[in-house]
């Protein structure tokens, strides 16, 4: 990650922070990042990234999903740049990577969640393959636009029955209805039933 660029915040015994204000080389970078540098920016990510990386492998426990937590991170940190006070942005920056890696987190296992539900990929089986995948993807679209969204917001988006029959504004009883009838229509489509349990 740039190691070898020349920067303000990069290494040297000019660059330190007392307790959480910012030295004034990194304030100066901040401040270049508020005003829309992006080559400012990219001294934040040099200065950062392997931190928020190690952060968001411990929370993932897997490299690709974590290195996907950190472009996020710093996607919403640019995009949330004008917020961030004048203080070390390395625990602003950490709380972000922590709520991306958990969310991130969150979507793995209700994915998996949603194909041990319906049965197509259960067994035991922890990794779910990208052919897997697509074979899901393929029944979903097949699926009502409202079971498609009852089945993204419960199992995707990690939403409780009741909070998505509310998001849907519908009775609860009739989201328990939708969820069944989708699931029902999922393991048909990806021929679960042949499968033997």
Not at 40 to 57: K, P, S
Not at 80 to 98: F, V
Request: aromatic share 6%.
């Amino acid at each position: 990650m740039g190691a070898s660029k020349t920067s303000p915040v990069h290494g040297g015994a000019s660059v330190y922070t007392i307790g959480m204000l910012m030295d004034p080389a990194l304030g100066r970078v901040i401040e270049r990042c508020r005003d829309g540098d992006r080559d400012a920016f990219e001294e934040v990510v040099d200065r950062y990234g392997l931190q928020l990386l190690r952060t968001a492998r411990l929370i993932l426990r897997d490299q690709a999903l974590a290195e996907d937590a950190v472009q996020e991170t710093f996607l919403r940190a640019w995009q949330r740049m004008g917020s961030l006070r004048d203080e070390d942005p390395g625990p602003w920056l950490n709380r972000i990577a922590m709520n991306e890696s958990i969310s991130a987190y969150r979507r793995r296992h209700r994915f998996q969640a949603l194909t041990e539900r319906f049965g197509r990929f259960g067994g035991g089986q922890h990794e779910v393959s990208s052919e897997q995948r697509l074979d899901l993807a393929h029944a979903l679209d097949r699926l009502t636009t409202e079971q498609r969204a009852a089945v993204a917001l419960h199992y995707y988006q990690d939403l409780s029955v009741e909070d998505t029959a509310k998001a849907l504004r519908v009775p609860v009883d009739t989201m328990k209805s939708r969820l069944k009838t989708a699931l029902r229509r999922l393991r048909d489509l990806t021929g679960s039933e042949e499968i033997p349990a």
